[in-house]
């Protein structure tokens, strides 16, 4: 199923390059390929260890930059952010989510809600077809709750 993802993932990605006249490099295809094999948010830093630590491919930064821009224009990438970080994630294939996000401590939670889901597909938007959408929801992890309560008694 996973590798059913990627081959589709590839497709669309060699698709997109040629519509829009860009190489198909070796490296485009090693990021993409390192991304599906990531489940949830990462960011740069957190890619740039995965493609040199568990896949042994070296890449720059800024072509791991560049690379993330195409993937988002290809609609395979999708960027969040959260606070001061942009944090990434796949999109092909992913499943609907809802994001909780820690004021204190930055962590970020991800949770599904049917009911959510289903109040928002059935509502109307007057001259406008939603494709995807995110959520975001701000306040305090218990871990953070707990430390404001034993720092105020």
């Known amino acids: 199923m996973e ?5 589709k993932a590839k497709q669309i990605l060699t698709e997109y ?3 829009n006249g860009h190489r198909k490099t070796p490296e485009r295809y090693a990021i993409l390929d390192t991304i599906y094999t990531i489940k949830g948010h990462f960011d740069i830093d957190e ?4 493609m040199a630590e568990k ?3 070296r890449v720059s ?13 290809a609609g395979l990438v999708i960027k969040h ?6 944090q990434y994630e796949r999109s092909y294939n992913n499943e609907t989510h809802h994001h909780m996000i820690c004021t204190s401590c930055g962590k970020v939670s991800e949770f599904e809600d049917e009911a959510l889901k289903q109040v928002i597909a059935q509502t109307r938007m007057k001259g406008f077809h939603a494709q ?3 959520l975001y929801i701000y306040g305090l992890c218990s871990k953070c709750m707990g430390a ?3 720092k105020s008694k």
Do not use: M, P, V
């Not at 952010?81 to 942009?86: E, I, L, R, W």
């Open 3 to 7: 590798e059913d993802i990627r081959d």
């Open 17 to 19: 390059l040629q519509k």
């Open 47 to 50: 890619l740039y260890y995965h």
């Open 55 to 57: 896949e042994k491919f």
């Open 61 to 73: 930064r800024a072509t791991l930059y560049n690379t993330i821009i195409l993937l988002i224009d």
């Open 81 to 86: 952010q959260f606070g001061n970080t942009s």
């Open 132 to 134: 995807h959408y995110s």
């Open 148 to 150: 404001r309560r034993k």
